[in-house]
């Protein structure tokens, strides 16, 4: 009697996202006479994410004379990709020359991966083809696919009934103000200006409602810049207004330095930007100085911050004698003399008789 066999066959298929990215060099023959210098590629992506983008190092006369190529990436990604990438270099005929494979697990701003030996220099202007009209064209093919689309959880059951919300909210997040800042990045569909100076910052007037109650009551009432679509500020600079639409886009701020914040504090104070100004204040507070302290103490009295005023007092009762010295003091002295007598009464009230 012959046994019934049930035949089960299955298919997993390991999702990816390829590239193939073609990078011509110009008047090659001028790079490298320096030494180990070197060139970045455009950056490039596998698909249709933008959150980790790749880019091409070449080195033209690197080690020993060799031509050296790497490739590195960036992500803001929390997972990390297997990788494989293909390099070579494309003669005058289209044919790939020199072909190079490597594989790789890419995290977050790793290392590059490459040749320190892809091709001698001398033979790149030795042999024929290779430089056609001293034109260097490298081809990189690409393929990644993201760790997380397929490792094998360990969680357990009953945990994977019931999943938290508050991870893929947050990862949500991240992803929206991504988008956000490509959407002001790209002007996409904007519809009013902020006029500073020579310069205009196409924004949406929707997003502007939602981050400032100002802009919201500007732009909700019978006001000029209502009608006009259009609004000039006279008492913030260009590049203050930049960074205060960078903050309203992406909820972020780069590159503060002291004198910025000063700026940025009272951009944010005007425009009703809470969290904004919270930023300033911790930086502000943490990155007190001889030099900036009578601009920081004059914020802070200016627009009422306890913070600010606890921060400078306490400074102050450390540097007193060489903040007397600095050139905006006698001005600090005149402006705010309540202010400052109860600097020094708190000097004297730590001291002990």
């Known amino acids: 009697m012959s046994e019934n066999l049930k035949e089960i066959q299955s298919r997993t298929i390991i999702p990816t996202e390829s590239c193939k990215f073609t990078w011509s060099i110009e008047n090659f023959?001028?790079?490298?006479?320096?030494?180990?210098?070197?060139?970045?590629?455009?950056?490039?992506?596998?698909?249709?994410?933008?959150?980790?983008?790749?880019?091409?190092?070449?080195?033209?006369?690197?080690?020993?004379?060799?031509?050296?190529?790497?490739?590195?990436?960036?992500?803001?990604?929390?997972?990390?990709?297997?990788?494989?990438f293909e390099i070579s270099i494309i003669d005058s005929n289209q044919t790939k020359c020199y072909v190079q494979q490597w594989y790789f697990l890419f995290q977050a701003d790793s290392n590059m991966y490459g040749s320190v030996a892809f091709v001698p220099r001398s033979v790149l202007f030795g042999q024929s083809g290779l430089l056609p009209g001293d034109i260097l064209t490298v081809m990189c093919e690409l393929k990644t696919s993201k760790v997380d689309d397929y490792k094998i959880s360990e969680t357990k059951l009953k945990e994977i009934s019931k999943p938290t919300t508050s991870n893929a909210v947050f990862k949500k997040l991240d992803s929206l103000a991504y988008d956000f800042r490509q959407l002001y990045d790209t002007k996409m569909f904007t519809d009013f200006t902020l006029k500073v100076g020579e310069e205009e910052f196409k924004v949406h007037k929707i997003i502007l409602c939602a981050r400032s109650s100002v802009f919201n009551t500007m732009l909700n009432c019978e006001m000029q810049e209502k009608l006009t679509n259009c609004v000039k500020i006279t008492d913030f600079d260009?590049?203050?207004?930049?960074?205060?639409?960078?903050?309203?886009?992406c909820g972020e701020v780069e590159g503060l330095t002291s004198e910025i914040s000063i700026q940025l504090y009272s951009a944010a104070e005007k425009y009703n930007l809470q969290d904004l100004k919270d930023i300033c204040v911790e930086y502000l507070s943490n990155n007190i100085s001889v030099d900036n302290f009578c601009d920081v103490l004059a914020l802070g009295a200016l627009h009422n911050v306890p913070e600010l005023m606890t921060a400078t007092r306490n400074f102050f009762g450390a540097n007193a004698a060489v903040i007397k010295e600095t050139e905006k003091w006698p001005i600090i002295s005149k402006t705010y003399p309540d202010l400052v007598i109860a600097m020094y009464e708190f000097i004297l009230s730590k001291i002990k008789i």
């Open 29 to 84: 023959s001028l790079c490298g006479l320096q030494g180990e210098e070197y060139l970045n590629s455009p950056m490039f992506t596998t698909g249709t994410s933008l959150l980790t983008t790749w880019y091409l190092i070449l080195i033209p006369n690197g080690t020993k004379g060799f031509l050296e190529i790497y490739l590195a990436g960036s992500s803001t990604e929390s997972s990390a990709h297997y990788a494989s």
């Open 238 to 249: 260009a590049s203050t207004v930049r960074m205060m639409l960078h903050y309203i886009y």
